[in-house]
């Protein structure tokens, strides 16, 4: 299995509080991506990396934001948290970004 | 940019009877292909890919698909399933040597019934 973990696992928080989600790979892997899935949805892409310091937005990139300081690390955030954001979420890598992706075992959010 | 249909939300079926699970792309390139599973509380994994060559691709757990680039299609197929085939699948696209990511569909879920 790719080495990806993703931190916490699970997570409650309330309306308007900021939340950071952690996904760390030890595969040094070039792209990483940060999706959430909701049922009726299927996996939705928020924003992906291409690079130390290279981000671009996904398809649902509103309320989020990401930052990637280091190879291993990118970090999703969201700024004000709402309840439309709960949600799981997943993070994948991959090597090139039209090839196979990797996921992590994914963050269970509940904003209350 | 590419695009992908999973024709169907949800399929029931008994064990040890075939399974089709469709799906459908759009693209105005070559494309690569992918289907994911995903087990109950977990990531996804890869199943089987479709980069290029054989249009018959064979994958974990006894799966396969097949590429047909005429009806742009990239159906999944088990002649015979297990109630552990019991799961969340999902297809996906990607352009040819492309630099965006890889496009998935909605999902299907199939569930196996004893």
């Known amino acids: ?112 | 940019a590419q695009s992908v249909t999973q024709l169907d939300s949800q399929v029931p079926v008994f064990e040890e009877a075939p399974v089709e699970l469709r799906c459908n792309y759009s693209s105005s390139v070559s494309v690569y292909l992918f289907w994911y599973v995903q087990y109950p509380n977990q990531g996804l994994q890869l199943l089987l890919k479709y980069l290029s060559g054989s249009i018959l691709v064979k994958g974990i757990n006894g799966f396969e698909a097949e590429f047909n680039k005429s009806q742009t299609s990239f159906h999944l197929r088990k002649p015979s399933v297990h109630i552990s085939d019991t799961a969340e699948y999902f297809c996906a696209v990607s352009a040819f040597r492309g630099n965006t990511p890889l496009v998935f569909g909605k999902g299907t879920r199939l569930s196996v019934i004893a």
């Open chain 1, 1 to 112: 299995d790719a080495g990806i973990t993703q931190s916490p696992r699970h997570k409650v928080t309330e309306t308007g509080t900021p939340v950071t989600l952690r996904c760390h790979q030890t595969e040094n892997h070039r792209y990483m991506y940060w999706y959430r899935q909701d049922p009726g949805h299927g996996l939705r892409l928020i924003h992906y990396s291409y690079g130390v310091k290279d981000t671009d937005k996904g398809e649902v990139s509103d309320g989020y934001s990401v930052s990637r300081s280091k190879t291993e690390d990118f970090l999703l955030t969201l700024e004000s948290a709402t309840s439309s954001q709960t949600s799981v979420y997943f993070c994948a890598i991959s090597e090139n970004p039209s090839e196979t992706q990797y996921f992590g075992p994914g963050t269970r959010l509940l904003v209350l």
